[in-house]
């Protein structure tokens, strides 16, 4: 089959923006398409500026034998904050506020749209990083860690507070809850990360961080890396939180239980990026 440029551009657009960060020979494409590799780098520059021109992301190069492209999902700004003014305006309805100072998300988090864009941000945050493994604890945070994962291209591990049969040999720590200082536990399976990977933390929300400082613990366990901690929604707290080093894309910064009123702002995000 002869491939038209046209044909191949879209399909190779495809196949890019279906394997984030992975390295693809140019051989691949050449045999694929039975198109010389000039041809295939003349078409891979047309993807490239489009890719840069419309804030999808960058398209790298690697030279050598066993070089190749890759794909770099990114993410403009005003994307980012036109999705922290969604989130804002989502979470600010009154009919969402729960006891405790909680907020009903289980809605959003099943939002696959919303969530695919929230895994982008955060991806694109991290994406000069290596990282190996995405890790929450179960259950609110394990839609935005495979949409993150879904975007650096990495496995997804989810931390239990009970051990389960078909999980097999666990490792399980006891930790803090930050907000109401009981002794919880959190179990993971021993064939669930290797010694030496660096591991990217996420949860849907952060009130004092005592279930990340808990999630940080554990990887100690496994001999891995913390490389970043990712969370959607945290509580401004009068208490110092138990981790210092992570980014939010909204704050909770007081909500009001007998007027029902939640007042919310910008995360650390835009913060961060700066530094």
Same mark, same amino acid.
């Given at each position: 089959?002869?491939?038209?440029?046209?044909?191949?551009? *879209?399909?190779?657009? !495809? !196949?890019?923006?279906?394997?984030?960060?992975? =390295?693809?020979?140019?051989?691949?494409?050449?045999?694929?398409?039975?198109?010389?590799?000039?041809?295939?780098?003349?078409?891979?520059?047309?993807?490239?500026?489009?890719?840069?021109?419309?804030?999808?992301?960058?398209?790298?190069?690697?030279?050598? /034998?066993?070089?190749?492209?890759?794909?770099?999902?990114?993410? /403009?700004?005003?994307?980012?904050?036109?999705?922290?003014?969604?989130?804002?305006?989502?979470?600010?309805?009154?009919?969402?506020?729960?006891?405790?100072?909680?907020?009903?998300?289980?809605?959003?988090?099943?939002?696959?749209?919303?969530?695919?864009? *929230?895994?982008?941000?955060?991806?694109?945050?991290?994406?000069?990083?290596?990282?190996?493994?995405?890790?929450?604890?179960?259950?609110?945070?394990?839609?935005?860690?495979? /949409?993150?994962?879904?975007?650096?291209?990495?496995? *997804?591990?989810? *931390?239990?507070?009970?051990?389960?049969?078909?999980?097999?040999?666990?490792?399980?720590?006891?930790?803090?809850?930050?907000?109401?200082?009981?002794?919880?536990?959190?179990? =993971?399976?021993?064939?669930?990360?290797?010694?030496?990977?660096?591991?990217?933390?996420?949860?849907?929300?952060?009130?004092?961080?005592?279930?990340?400082?808990?999630?940080?613990?554990?990887?100690?366990?496994?001999?891995?890396? =913390?490389?970043?901690? /990712?969370?959607?929604?945290?509580?401004?707290?009068?208490?110092?939180?138990?981790?210092?080093? !992570? !980014?939010?894309?909204?704050? =909770?910064?007081?909500?009001?239980?007998?007027?029902?009123?939640?007042?919310?702002?910008?995360?650390?995000?835009?913060?961060?990026?700066?530094?």
């Amino acid at each position: 089959m002869k491939w038209k440029r046209s044909e191949r551009l *879209v399909d190779m657009t !495809y !196949y890019l923006l279906e394997h984030p960060h992975q =390295l693809i020979p140019l051989t691949y494409f050449s045999e694929l398409y039975s198109s010389a590799k000039s041809s295939i780098s003349e078409d891979l520059t047309i993807v490239k500026e489009t890719f840069e021109e419309k804030g999808i992301g960058l398209l790298t190069t690697v030279p050598g /034998a066993a070089g190749g492209v890759k794909y770099i999902p990114r993410m /403009a700004e005003h994307e980012v904050r036109q999705i922290t003014r969604e989130l804002i305006a989502e979470l600010s309805q009154s009919d969402r506020l729960l006891p405790g100072g909680y907020l009903f998300m289980t809605d959003l988090l099943g939002n696959p749209e919303l969530m695919n864009r *929230v895994g982008k941000v955060f991806a694109s945050a991290f994406g000069d990083q290596k990282i190996d493994v995405i890790m929450t604890v179960a259950t609110k945070g394990i839609s935005i860690a495979h /949409a993150i994962a879904r975007h650096l291209n990495v496995p *997804v591990v989810v *931390v239990r507070r009970d051990s389960k049969v078909t999980e097999g040999s666990t490792v399980s720590i006891n930790y803090v809850s930050g907000s109401s200082r009981r002794i919880q536990t959190m179990v =993971l399976s021993k064939r669930s990360m290797k010694s030496g990977q660096r591991v990217l933390i996420t949860d849907d929300f952060m009130k004092v961080g005592g279930t990340m400082n808990g999630m940080k613990n554990l990887l100690e366990e496994f001999d891995c890396e =913390l490389a970043g901690i /990712a969370v959607l929604v945290e509580a401004e707290h009068a208490d110092e939180t138990l981790v210092g080093d !992570y !980014y939010s894309l909204v704050k =909770l910064q007081e909500v009001n239980e007998k007027d029902r009123t939640i007042a919310l702002s910008e995360g650390n995000f835009f913060q961060k990026g700066r530094n």
